[in-house]
């Protein structure tokens, strides 16, 4: 099984500030690699897939990059509906995810 | 795009359920589909998957043995029959829209809730 760590588990930012997450992969997950944003009593919803790409009607201030074990998930700009919890999940072999990062308001 | 999963509830250690969801707004035989689930105020397990005609399946290791996914494409409709549960499979059950059997998953449905209590 293929391990996924997500850091830190809580980010505090301030509106309009950017925010960096990151997941890392126990092996090599080539560019599969999607993250989620799930706000409480919602399901999950898919912001980015293949490491970068966006999907439509996600804004821009998402981004996507990384390869191979290393990933990042950058949200430039924090807006008031960004805050929420975000999984990154591998699906090179059995999907599997983080354990989430919840980024809250500072 | 609309996922509507039922079936879930409270059952006893070693029994079973049968949990379904209806697909509509899509053609639901062009998408590989899975179950994900969740315990509340925990993260995310993928629990299963199948591609579009039902000729490939996977499952989690936690669940392999005892979990069964399948489908109905006539009825655009996704199943997972749970055996032999355990208390640990306590969790909201997503139904989730795919490609293939690994895969990211680009829809997502509300989920249903199954408790395995004594």
């Known amino acids: 099984e293929i391990v996924m760590t997500q850091s830190p588990a809580t980010l505090s930012v301030s509106p309009g500030e950017r925010a960096t997450l990151s997941c890392r992969a126990s092996q090599s997950v080539s560019s599969n690699l999607a993250w989620y944003q799930q706000k409480p009593g919602q399901a999950p919803r898919l912001v980015i897939y293949d490491a970068y790409t966006g999907v439509t009607g996600i804004p821009a201030r998402f981004r996507g990059s990384g390869s191979g074990t290393e990933f990042t998930l950058t949200i430039s700009s924090l807006q008031p509906e960004d805050f929420a919890v975000y999984y990154c999940?591998?699906?090179?072999?059995?999907?599997?995810f983080g354990q989430g990062t919840k980024v809250e308001i500072k | 795009v609309q996922l509507v999963e039922s079936g879930g509830g409270v059952v006893r250690p070693g029994g079973s359920l049968r949990l379904s969801c209806e697909a509509s707004g899509f053609t639901f035989d062009d998408y590989g589909m899975g179950w994900v689930r969740q315990v509340p105020g925990k993260g995310l397990e993928w629990v299963s998957g199948?591609?579009?005609?039902?000729?490939?399946?996977g499952y989690a290791d936690s669940v392999k043995g005892r979990f069964t996914i399948s489908r109905d494409n006539a009825k655009n409709s996704l199943y997972l029959q749970m055996n032999s549960l355990r208390a640990e499979d306590t969790a909201l059950y997503h139904c989730?829209?795919?490609?293939?059997?690994?895969?990211?998953?680009?829809?997502w449905g509300q989920g249903t809730l199954v408790t395995v209590s004594s």
């Open positions: 989730a829209r795919g490609s293939t059997v690994t895969t990211f998953f680009d829809k």
């Open positions: 999940q591998q699906y090179s072999h059995w999907p599997t």
């Open positions: 199948i591609n579009w005609n039902g000729g490939s399946t």
